[in-house]
Protein backbone atom coordinates (compact mmCIF):
# COMPACT_ATOMS: atom_id res chain seq x y z
CA UNK A 1 0.00 0.00 0.00
CA UNK A 2 1.19 3.64 -0.97
CA UNK A 3 0.85 6.84 0.34
CA UNK A 4 -0.98 9.37 -2.27
CA UNK A 5 -0.92 13.06 -1.46
CA UNK A 6 -4.56 14.83 -3.06
CA UNK A 7 -3.66 18.85 -4.19
CA UNK A 8 -6.02 20.67 -4.47
CA UNK A 9 -5.82 23.35 -7.08
CA UNK A 10 -8.61 26.37 -7.45
CA UNK A 11 -8.76 28.31 -10.37
CA UNK A 12 -8.74 32.39 -9.81
CA UNK A 13 -8.93 31.97 -5.99
CA UNK A 14 -9.82 35.16 -4.01
CA UNK A 15 -10.37 33.39 -0.60
CA UNK A 16 -13.79 35.54 -0.38
CA UNK A 17 -16.46 33.06 0.42
CA UNK A 18 -19.76 33.68 2.63
CA UNK A 19 -20.06 32.16 6.20
CA UNK A 20 -23.06 30.18 5.12
CA UNK A 21 -20.46 28.81 1.68
CA UNK A 22 -18.05 28.30 4.50
CA UNK A 23 -19.76 25.98 6.35
CA UNK A 24 -21.37 23.99 3.63
CA UNK A 25 -18.03 23.19 2.20
CA UNK A 26 -16.82 22.47 5.51
CA UNK A 27 -19.54 19.89 5.74
CA UNK A 28 -19.13 17.94 2.24
CA UNK A 29 -15.04 17.98 2.96
CA UNK A 30 -15.92 16.62 6.04
CA UNK A 31 -18.35 13.68 4.63
CA UNK A 32 -15.85 13.41 1.62
CA UNK A 33 -13.18 12.69 4.09
CA UNK A 34 -15.31 10.97 6.27
CA UNK A 35 -15.74 8.42 3.22
CA UNK A 36 -12.26 7.60 2.77
CA UNK A 37 -11.48 7.55 6.76
CA UNK A 38 -14.75 4.57 6.79
CA UNK A 39 -12.86 2.26 4.23
CA UNK A 40 -9.56 2.83 6.67
CA UNK A 41 -7.47 4.73 3.96
CA UNK A 42 -7.27 8.25 5.48
CA UNK A 43 -3.86 8.97 7.07
CA UNK A 44 -3.97 12.45 6.78
CA UNK A 45 -7.06 14.86 6.89
CA UNK A 46 -4.28 17.15 6.12
CA UNK A 47 -4.71 21.44 5.90
CA UNK A 48 -6.45 24.01 4.12
CA UNK A 49 -3.64 26.61 3.07
CA UNK A 50 -4.54 30.00 3.39
CA UNK A 51 -4.61 32.45 0.25
CA UNK A 52 -3.63 35.43 2.87
CA UNK A 53 -0.15 36.33 3.87
CA UNK A 54 0.91 33.88 1.05
CA UNK A 55 4.63 35.05 -0.46
CA UNK A 56 6.89 33.24 -3.14
CA UNK A 57 10.73 33.45 -3.28
CA UNK A 58 12.32 33.27 -6.35
CA UNK A 59 15.51 32.85 -7.90
CA UNK A 60 17.99 35.41 -6.09
CA UNK A 61 16.12 35.68 -3.33
CA UNK A 62 12.96 37.85 -4.77
CA UNK A 63 10.04 37.68 -2.91
CA UNK A 64 6.43 38.05 -4.73
CA UNK A 65 3.13 38.70 -2.88
CA UNK A 66 1.09 35.69 -3.45
CA UNK A 67 1.54 33.05 -5.85
CA UNK A 68 -2.05 34.49 -7.66
CA UNK A 69 -0.20 37.05 -10.37
CA UNK A 70 1.16 35.10 -12.62
CA UNK A 71 -0.24 31.75 -12.37
CA UNK A 72 -4.16 31.30 -12.68
CA UNK A 73 -4.01 28.12 -10.22
CA UNK A 74 -3.43 28.20 -6.79
CA UNK A 75 -2.90 25.48 -4.43
CA UNK A 76 -6.16 25.46 -1.18
CA UNK A 77 -5.07 22.42 0.19
CA UNK A 78 -4.09 18.54 0.71
CA UNK A 79 -4.90 15.45 1.91
CA UNK A 80 -2.86 12.14 2.30
CA UNK A 81 -4.11 8.98 1.76
CA UNK A 82 -3.55 5.67 1.54
CA UNK A 83 -3.85 3.19 -1.56
CA UNK A 84 -2.95 0.37 -3.63
CA UNK A 85 -2.51 1.63 -6.85
CA UNK A 86 -3.14 5.21 -8.29
CA UNK A 87 -6.44 4.28 -9.79
CA UNK A 88 -7.82 3.77 -6.56
CA UNK A 89 -5.83 7.42 -5.10
CA UNK A 90 -7.95 8.81 -8.64
CA UNK A 91 -11.63 7.17 -7.10
CA UNK A 92 -11.08 9.09 -4.03
CA UNK A 93 -9.90 12.43 -5.18
CA UNK A 94 -13.25 12.29 -7.76
CA UNK A 95 -14.91 12.77 -4.25
CA UNK A 96 -13.49 16.38 -3.65
CA UNK A 97 -15.89 19.05 -3.13
CA UNK A 98 -13.47 21.11 -4.68
CA UNK A 99 -14.06 19.75 -8.13
CA UNK A 100 -17.65 21.36 -8.02
CA UNK A 101 -15.73 24.56 -9.18
CA UNK A 102 -15.09 24.43 -12.99
CA UNK A 103 -11.20 24.73 -13.66
CA UNK A 104 -10.40 23.48 -9.82
CA UNK A 105 -8.45 20.08 -10.40
CA UNK A 106 -6.88 17.60 -7.68
CA UNK A 107 -3.59 16.34 -8.16
CA UNK A 108 -2.61 12.54 -7.17
CA UNK A 109 0.91 12.30 -6.27
CA UNK A 110 2.52 9.37 -4.93
CA UNK A 111 4.97 10.17 -2.03
CA UNK A 112 8.24 9.23 -2.49
CA UNK A 113 10.26 8.03 0.48
CA UNK A 114 13.36 9.78 0.96
CA UNK A 115 16.08 7.49 2.34
CA UNK A 116 18.29 9.30 4.47
CA UNK A 117 21.25 7.70 5.64
CA UNK B 1 -31.02 -8.27 55.84
CA UNK B 2 -30.35 -11.19 57.29
CA UNK B 3 -26.90 -13.29 57.49
CA UNK B 4 -27.48 -14.80 54.86
CA UNK B 5 -27.87 -12.04 52.57
CA UNK B 6 -25.31 -9.31 54.79
CA UNK B 7 -22.33 -11.47 54.28
CA UNK B 8 -22.10 -11.57 49.87
CA UNK B 9 -23.37 -8.07 50.24
CA UNK B 10 -20.69 -7.19 52.62
CA UNK B 11 -17.92 -9.08 50.79
CA UNK B 12 -18.64 -7.53 47.38
CA UNK B 13 -18.47 -3.71 49.10
CA UNK B 14 -16.08 -4.08 51.86
CA UNK B 15 -13.63 -7.02 50.93
CA UNK B 16 -12.03 -5.00 48.13
CA UNK B 17 -11.20 -1.75 50.07
CA UNK B 18 -9.57 -4.10 52.99
CA UNK B 19 -7.80 -6.07 50.12
CA UNK B 20 -6.61 -2.49 48.25
CA UNK B 21 -5.06 -1.31 51.54
CA UNK B 22 -3.58 -4.65 52.76
CA UNK B 23 -2.09 -4.61 48.76
CA UNK B 24 -0.86 -1.78 49.24
CA UNK B 25 0.66 -2.26 52.71
CA UNK B 26 2.59 -5.49 51.88
CA UNK B 27 3.52 -4.83 47.96
CA UNK B 28 2.25 -6.46 44.98
CA UNK B 29 4.72 -9.18 45.75
CA UNK B 30 1.97 -10.69 48.33
CA UNK B 31 -1.02 -10.24 47.04
CA UNK B 32 -1.78 -13.85 48.34
CA UNK B 33 -1.37 -12.27 52.13
CA UNK B 34 -4.15 -10.19 51.64
CA UNK B 35 -5.84 -12.65 49.72
CA UNK B 36 -5.83 -15.08 52.59
CA UNK B 37 -6.70 -12.41 55.29
CA UNK B 38 -9.96 -11.15 53.35
CA UNK B 39 -11.32 -14.80 52.82
CA UNK B 40 -10.37 -15.56 56.54
CA UNK B 41 -11.99 -12.72 57.99
CA UNK B 42 -14.99 -13.43 55.98
CA UNK B 43 -15.02 -16.88 57.49
CA UNK B 44 -15.07 -15.44 60.93
CA UNK B 45 -17.87 -13.90 60.47
CA UNK B 46 -19.67 -17.20 58.31
CA UNK B 47 -18.99 -18.80 61.58
CA UNK B 48 -19.82 -16.23 64.03
CA UNK B 49 -22.45 -14.35 63.12
CA UNK B 50 -25.06 -16.91 62.66
CA UNK B 51 -24.76 -17.64 66.44
CA UNK B 52 -23.83 -14.80 68.30
CA UNK B 53 -26.15 -12.36 66.25
CA UNK B 54 -24.86 -9.79 63.96
CA UNK B 55 -22.50 -7.15 65.06
CA UNK B 56 -24.42 -3.64 65.52
CA UNK B 57 -21.55 -2.19 63.46
CA UNK B 58 -20.96 -4.81 60.88
CA UNK B 59 -18.28 -3.02 58.91
CA UNK B 60 -16.51 -2.38 61.60
CA UNK B 61 -16.30 -5.71 62.64
CA UNK B 62 -14.49 -6.52 59.91
CA UNK B 63 -12.37 -3.65 59.99
CA UNK B 64 -11.32 -5.10 63.78
CA UNK B 65 -11.16 -8.82 63.06
CA UNK B 66 -8.47 -8.24 59.21
CA UNK B 67 -6.96 -5.85 61.70
CA UNK B 68 -6.06 -8.17 64.43
CA UNK B 69 -5.80 -11.06 61.30
CA UNK B 70 -2.65 -8.91 60.19
CA UNK B 71 -1.12 -8.15 63.61
CA UNK B 72 -1.35 -12.02 64.58
CA UNK B 73 0.29 -12.96 60.70
CA UNK B 74 2.55 -10.25 61.14
CA UNK B 75 3.86 -11.29 64.46
CA UNK B 76 3.72 -14.92 63.65
CA UNK B 77 6.52 -14.50 60.74
CA UNK B 78 8.13 -12.54 62.54
CA UNK B 79 8.56 -14.81 65.67
CA UNK B 80 9.19 -17.72 63.38
CA UNK B 81 10.99 -16.51 60.71
CA UNK B 82 12.70 -13.40 62.00
CA UNK B 83 14.56 -12.81 59.69
CA UNK B 84 12.99 -14.44 56.84
CA UNK B 85 10.59 -12.25 57.21
CA UNK B 86 12.25 -9.01 56.92
CA UNK B 87 13.62 -10.41 53.71
CA UNK B 88 10.58 -11.21 52.38
CA UNK B 89 9.18 -8.24 52.56
CA UNK B 90 12.56 -6.56 51.64
CA UNK B 91 11.50 -3.69 53.99
CA UNK B 92 13.53 -3.15 57.64
CA UNK B 93 10.12 -3.79 59.45
CA UNK B 94 6.40 -3.89 58.45
CA UNK B 95 3.85 -1.94 60.18
CA UNK B 96 1.32 -4.06 61.74
CA UNK B 97 -1.23 -1.11 62.01
CA UNK B 98 -3.64 -1.10 59.31
CA UNK B 99 -5.19 2.24 58.61
CA UNK B 100 -8.19 1.57 57.65
CA UNK B 101 -9.53 5.02 57.12
CA UNK B 102 -12.02 6.27 54.24
CA UNK B 103 -8.70 8.61 52.92
CA UNK B 104 -6.42 5.25 53.25
CA UNK B 105 -9.22 3.22 51.59
CA UNK B 106 -9.85 5.70 48.93
CA UNK B 107 -6.01 6.03 47.69
CA UNK B 108 -5.20 2.49 48.01
CA UNK B 109 -8.19 1.74 45.74
CA UNK B 110 -6.82 4.50 43.34
CA UNK B 111 -3.13 3.20 43.78
CA UNK B 112 -4.10 -0.13 42.55
CA UNK B 113 -6.35 0.52 39.99
CA UNK B 114 -2.93 1.97 38.43
CA UNK B 115 -0.97 -0.51 39.43
CA UNK B 116 -2.94 -2.93 37.98
CA UNK B 117 -3.73 -0.75 34.72
CA UNK B 118 0.16 -1.07 33.78
CA UNK B 119 1.34 -0.30 30.17
CA UNK B 120 2.51 -4.09 30.63
CA UNK B 121 0.17 -6.21 31.71
CA UNK B 122 -2.08 -7.07 29.02
CA UNK B 123 -5.74 -5.65 28.62
CA UNK B 124 -7.51 -8.48 29.05
CA UNK B 125 -5.85 -9.33 32.29
CA UNK B 126 -6.43 -5.93 33.81
CA UNK B 127 -9.74 -6.39 33.22
CA UNK B 128 -9.65 -9.23 35.14
CA UNK B 129 -7.76 -8.64 37.58
CA UNK B 130 -9.58 -5.25 38.27
CA UNK B 131 -12.85 -7.36 38.45
CA UNK B 132 -11.05 -10.16 40.97
CA UNK B 133 -9.43 -7.51 43.16
CA UNK B 134 -11.24 -3.86 42.31
CA UNK B 135 -14.71 -4.78 41.84
CA UNK B 136 -14.44 -7.97 44.68
CA UNK B 137 -16.20 -10.38 42.39
CA UNK B 138 -15.62 -14.36 42.61
CA UNK B 139 -13.95 -16.56 39.56
CA UNK B 140 -17.19 -17.85 39.25
CA UNK B 141 -19.16 -13.89 38.62
CA UNK B 142 -16.13 -13.25 36.21
CA UNK B 143 -15.92 -16.47 34.12
CA UNK B 144 -19.68 -16.13 34.13
CA UNK B 145 -19.38 -12.25 32.85
CA UNK B 146 -16.34 -13.22 30.45
CA UNK B 147 -18.96 -16.87 29.03
CA UNK B 148 -15.59 -18.82 29.46
CA UNK B 149 -14.93 -21.05 32.36
CA UNK B 150 -13.15 -20.80 35.96
CA UNK B 151 -9.98 -22.83 34.77
CA UNK B 152 -9.27 -19.95 32.34
CA UNK B 153 -10.12 -17.30 34.54
CA UNK B 154 -7.60 -18.41 37.14
CA UNK B 155 -5.37 -19.24 34.72
CA UNK B 156 -4.95 -15.70 33.45
CA UNK B 157 -5.52 -14.05 36.83
CA UNK B 158 -2.08 -16.37 37.78
CA UNK B 159 -0.33 -14.98 35.07
CA UNK B 160 -1.36 -11.48 35.58
CA UNK B 161 0.09 -11.56 39.00
CA UNK B 162 3.36 -12.74 37.83
CA UNK B 163 3.51 -10.18 35.62
CA UNK B 164 3.16 -7.64 38.18
CA UNK B 165 5.46 -9.58 40.30
CA UNK B 166 7.73 -9.74 37.40
CA UNK B 167 7.58 -6.08 36.32
CA UNK B 168 8.81 -5.47 40.13
CA UNK B 169 5.07 -2.74 39.96
CA UNK B 170 4.74 -0.26 42.43
CA UNK B 171 1.19 0.71 44.42
CA UNK B 172 1.42 4.49 44.19
CA UNK B 173 0.38 7.16 42.81
CA UNK B 174 1.88 8.20 39.19
CA UNK B 175 4.22 10.96 39.30
CA UNK B 176 3.26 13.98 38.06
CA UNK B 177 4.59 14.12 34.56
CA UNK B 178 3.32 10.01 34.14
CA UNK B 179 -0.34 10.97 35.38
CA UNK B 180 -1.93 11.51 31.55
CA UNK B 181 -0.25 8.48 30.72
CA UNK B 182 -1.59 6.95 33.07
CA UNK B 183 -4.61 7.63 33.03
CA UNK B 184 -5.26 7.04 29.61
CA UNK B 185 -4.89 3.15 30.16
CA UNK B 186 -6.82 3.08 32.79
CA UNK B 187 -9.54 5.00 30.99
CA UNK B 188 -9.11 2.43 28.70
CA UNK B 189 -9.68 -0.74 30.70
CA UNK B 190 -12.32 1.17 32.40
CA UNK B 191 -13.87 2.21 29.29
CA UNK B 192 -13.65 -2.20 27.79
CA UNK B 193 -14.81 -3.22 31.22
CA UNK B 194 -18.08 -1.00 30.86
CA UNK B 195 -18.55 -2.12 27.27
CA UNK B 196 -18.15 -6.03 28.08
CA UNK B 197 -21.25 -5.34 30.61
CA UNK B 198 -22.84 -2.94 28.46
CA UNK B 199 -22.67 -5.31 24.97
CA UNK B 200 -22.10 -8.63 26.58
CA UNK B 201 -23.83 -11.77 25.11
CA UNK B 202 -24.15 -12.86 28.95
CA UNK B 203 -28.05 -13.48 29.63
CA UNK B 204 -27.72 -12.43 33.49
CA UNK B 205 -28.54 -8.61 33.48
CA UNK B 206 -27.48 -8.38 37.01
CA UNK B 207 -24.05 -9.44 36.15
CA UNK B 208 -24.14 -6.88 33.38
CA UNK B 209 -25.23 -3.74 34.88
CA UNK B 210 -22.63 -4.33 38.05
CA UNK B 211 -20.17 -4.62 35.45
CA UNK B 212 -21.42 -0.97 34.03
CA UNK B 213 -22.16 0.33 37.68
CA UNK B 214 -18.42 -1.05 39.00
CA UNK B 215 -16.87 0.76 35.74
CA UNK B 216 -18.47 3.94 36.86
CA UNK B 217 -17.77 3.95 40.49
CA UNK B 218 -13.94 3.07 39.65
CA UNK B 219 -14.33 5.96 37.20
CA UNK B 220 -15.32 8.07 39.94
CA UNK B 221 -12.32 7.43 41.86
CA UNK B 222 -10.77 9.72 38.87
CA UNK B 223 -12.87 12.24 38.72
CA UNK B 224 -12.62 13.40 42.34
CA UNK B 225 -8.85 13.28 42.02
CA UNK B 226 -7.89 13.89 38.21
CA UNK B 227 -10.90 14.95 36.20
CA UNK B 228 -9.83 18.76 36.96
CA UNK B 229 -6.58 18.46 35.05
CA UNK B 230 -7.77 15.76 32.79
CA UNK B 231 -11.25 16.58 31.05
CA UNK B 232 -11.67 13.34 29.01
CA UNK B 233 -12.72 11.32 32.40
CA UNK B 234 -15.89 13.66 32.67
CA UNK B 235 -16.23 13.17 28.97
CA UNK B 236 -16.01 9.14 29.15
CA UNK B 237 -18.15 9.60 32.69
CA UNK B 238 -20.76 11.34 30.11
CA UNK B 239 -20.76 8.78 27.97
CA UNK B 240 -21.59 6.17 30.41
CA UNK B 241 -24.41 7.96 31.97
CA UNK B 242 -25.84 8.24 28.72
CA UNK B 243 -25.40 4.40 27.42
CA UNK B 244 -26.75 3.29 31.06
CA UNK B 245 -29.66 5.32 31.14
CA UNK B 246 -31.22 3.02 28.35
CA UNK B 247 -30.14 -0.76 30.09
CA UNK B 248 -33.93 -0.90 32.05
CA UNK B 249 -35.47 -0.19 28.13
CA UNK B 250 -32.81 -2.58 26.22
CA UNK B 251 -34.74 -5.72 27.33
CA UNK B 252 -38.24 -6.67 27.38
CA UNK B 253 -40.45 -8.38 30.21
CA UNK B 254 -38.59 -12.08 28.78
CA UNK B 255 -35.75 -10.86 28.51
CA UNK B 256 -35.77 -10.20 24.66
CA UNK B 257 -33.87 -7.20 23.39
CA UNK B 258 -35.40 -3.86 21.99
CA UNK B 259 -33.67 -2.60 19.69
CA UNK B 260 -32.84 1.15 20.27
CA UNK B 261 -35.81 2.78 17.83
CA UNK B 262 -38.46 0.39 19.56
CA UNK B 263 -37.55 1.46 23.16
CA UNK B 264 -40.24 2.99 25.53
CA UNK B 265 -38.54 6.27 26.38
CA UNK B 266 -40.29 6.92 29.78
CA UNK B 267 -38.02 3.95 30.47
CA UNK B 268 -34.95 5.68 29.88
CA UNK B 269 -33.27 6.95 33.23
CA UNK B 270 -33.41 10.73 32.85
CA UNK B 271 -31.47 11.69 36.02
CA UNK B 272 -28.21 9.73 34.33
CA UNK B 273 -28.95 11.54 31.44
CA UNK B 274 -28.85 15.14 33.56
CA UNK B 275 -26.06 13.40 35.33
CA UNK B 276 -24.12 12.64 31.97
CA UNK B 277 -25.14 15.96 30.34
CA UNK B 278 -23.66 17.78 33.28
CA UNK B 279 -20.36 15.73 33.12
CA UNK B 280 -20.16 16.78 29.40
CA UNK B 281 -20.39 20.36 29.99
CA UNK B 282 -17.63 19.94 31.75
CA UNK B 283 -15.30 17.97 29.89
CA UNK B 284 -15.66 20.79 26.87
CA UNK B 285 -13.26 22.89 29.31
CA UNK B 286 -9.96 21.45 27.50
CA UNK B 287 -8.41 22.22 24.35
CA UNK B 288 -8.60 19.25 22.70
CA UNK B 289 -11.70 16.31 22.05
CA UNK B 290 -10.53 12.95 23.04
CA UNK B 291 -12.38 9.82 21.22
CA UNK B 292 -14.63 9.92 24.44
CA UNK B 293 -15.50 13.68 24.05
CA UNK B 294 -16.65 12.34 20.60
CA UNK B 295 -18.59 9.18 21.52
CA UNK B 296 -20.29 10.96 24.64
CA UNK B 297 -21.85 13.63 22.49
CA UNK B 298 -22.61 11.17 19.60
CA UNK B 299 -24.16 9.02 23.07
CA UNK B 300 -25.49 12.69 23.75
CA UNK B 301 -27.82 12.90 20.24
CA UNK B 302 -28.79 9.63 20.76
CA UNK B 303 -30.46 10.30 24.10
CA UNK B 304 -33.12 12.29 22.06
CA UNK B 305 -35.46 10.08 20.30
CA UNK B 306 -36.83 12.13 18.03
CA UNK B 307 -35.22 12.34 14.36
CA UNK B 308 -34.33 15.60 12.91
CA UNK B 309 -31.74 16.89 10.15
CA UNK B 310 -30.12 18.12 13.40
CA UNK B 311 -29.24 15.33 14.75
CA UNK B 312 -28.06 13.14 12.02
CA UNK B 313 -26.17 15.90 10.57
CA UNK B 314 -24.07 16.39 14.06
CA UNK B 315 -24.28 12.21 14.05
CA UNK B 316 -22.45 11.65 10.75
CA UNK B 317 -20.00 14.48 11.68
CA UNK B 318 -19.07 13.09 15.27
CA UNK B 319 -18.35 9.65 13.53
CA UNK B 320 -16.15 11.26 10.83
CA UNK B 321 -14.22 12.97 13.78
CA UNK B 322 -13.91 10.02 15.22
CA UNK B 323 -13.28 8.22 12.07
CA UNK B 324 -10.34 10.98 12.02
CA UNK B 325 -9.07 9.99 15.17
CA UNK B 326 -8.49 5.95 14.76
CA UNK B 327 -10.36 3.59 12.08
CA UNK B 328 -12.35 1.10 13.45
CA UNK B 329 -14.85 -1.10 11.49
CA UNK B 330 -17.79 -0.35 13.91
CA UNK B 331 -17.31 3.52 13.42
CA UNK B 332 -17.49 2.82 9.39
CA UNK B 333 -20.56 1.09 9.69
CA UNK B 334 -22.51 3.38 12.25
CA UNK B 335 -21.11 6.54 10.24
CA UNK B 336 -22.96 5.14 7.33
CA UNK B 337 -25.78 4.45 8.33
CA UNK B 338 -25.81 7.97 9.95
CA UNK B 339 -25.12 9.15 6.37
CA UNK B 340 -27.74 7.35 4.81
CA UNK B 341 -30.11 9.81 7.60
CA UNK B 342 -28.57 12.58 6.07
CA UNK B 343 -28.36 11.64 2.57
CA UNK B 344 -30.60 9.23 1.71
CA UNK B 345 -30.16 5.15 1.18
CA UNK B 346 -29.00 5.09 -2.13
CA UNK B 347 -26.19 7.70 -1.64
CA UNK B 348 -25.26 5.07 1.80
CA UNK B 349 -25.79 2.08 -0.51
CA UNK B 350 -22.85 3.23 -2.79
CA UNK B 351 -20.80 4.12 0.26
CA UNK B 352 -21.33 0.91 2.40
CA UNK B 353 -20.00 -0.82 -0.59
CA UNK B 354 -16.90 0.89 -0.64
CA UNK B 355 -16.27 -0.26 2.88
CA UNK B 356 -15.82 -3.91 1.99
CA UNK B 357 -16.20 -5.60 5.65
CA UNK B 358 -17.34 -8.60 3.91
CA UNK B 359 -16.51 -11.21 6.57
CA UNK B 360 -18.19 -8.67 9.55
CA UNK B 361 -22.05 -9.64 9.73
CA UNK B 362 -23.01 -6.14 10.81
CA UNK B 363 -21.89 -4.79 7.62
CA UNK B 364 -24.37 -7.13 6.00
CA UNK B 365 -27.47 -6.08 8.46
CA UNK B 366 -26.28 -2.46 7.45
CA UNK B 367 -26.81 -3.34 3.93
CA UNK B 368 -30.05 -5.16 4.59
CA UNK B 369 -31.31 -2.20 6.81
CA UNK B 370 -30.48 0.17 3.81
CA UNK B 371 -32.43 -1.72 1.22
CA UNK B 372 -35.75 -2.30 2.98
CA UNK B 373 -36.87 0.53 1.49
CA UNK B 374 -35.44 0.22 -1.69
CA UNK B 375 -35.53 -3.62 -2.89
CA UNK B 376 -36.66 -6.25 0.18
CA UNK B 377 -34.80 -9.31 -1.78
CA UNK B 378 -31.64 -7.63 -1.70
CA UNK B 379 -32.67 -6.58 2.15
CA UNK B 380 -33.39 -10.20 2.49
CA UNK B 381 -29.99 -11.57 1.08
CA UNK B 382 -27.91 -9.49 3.32
CA UNK B 383 -30.17 -10.79 6.67
CA UNK B 384 -29.28 -14.25 5.38
CA UNK B 385 -25.22 -13.63 4.85
CA UNK B 386 -25.55 -11.66 8.12
CA UNK B 387 -26.76 -14.79 10.15
CA UNK B 388 -24.35 -16.95 8.12
CA UNK B 389 -21.46 -14.91 9.60
CA UNK B 390 -22.47 -14.00 13.26
CA UNK B 391 -21.20 -15.84 15.98
CA UNK B 392 -23.54 -14.40 18.58
CA UNK B 393 -26.59 -16.50 19.99
CA UNK B 394 -28.13 -12.69 20.82
CA UNK B 395 -27.62 -11.40 17.38
CA UNK B 396 -28.95 -14.76 15.50
CA UNK B 397 -31.94 -14.18 17.30
CA UNK B 398 -32.31 -10.54 16.37
CA UNK B 399 -31.75 -11.68 12.73
CA UNK B 400 -34.21 -14.40 12.70
CA UNK B 401 -36.49 -12.02 13.75
CA UNK B 402 -35.95 -9.57 10.75
CA UNK B 403 -35.82 -12.47 8.31
CA UNK B 404 -39.18 -13.78 9.37
CA UNK B 405 -40.31 -10.16 9.07
CA UNK B 406 -39.93 -9.60 5.51
CA UNK B 407 -41.25 -13.01 4.45
CA UNK B 408 -44.11 -12.04 6.36
CA UNK B 409 -44.34 -8.53 3.79
CA UNK B 410 -44.07 -10.58 0.79
Known amino acids: ?117 | MNTEKLIPHLFRTESRKISSVLNKHFGINHMEIAEDIVSDTFLSALETWPYKGIPENPKAWLYAVAKNKIKNYILKTSNFENNIAHQIFQISEISTEIDLSERNITDSQLQMLFAICHPSISQESQIALALKILCGFGIDEIASAFLTNKETINKRLFRAKEKLKSEKIKIEFPSENKVEERIDTVLLTLYLLFNEGYYSENQDTVIRKDLCFESIRLLELLIENYAHKIPKIHALYALMCFHSSRFDARKDQNNQTVLYQNQDENLWDKALIEKGIFHLHLASKGETASKYHIEASIAYWMTIKQDSKEKWEQVLKLYNLLLFQQYSPIAALNRTFALSKVYGNEIAIAEAEKLKLESNPFYFSLLAELYLTIDLLKAKQNLEKALSLSNSNHEKEILHKKIAALSFQK
Open chain 1, 1 to 117: MDEYVLIMRHENATGQVSPEQMQAWMQQTMDWLGGIAAQGKLLETGNGLSFDDARVVGHGGVVTNGPFGEIKETIGGYVIVKADSVEEAVEFAKGSPVLQGPGNTLEVRKVAKHDFK
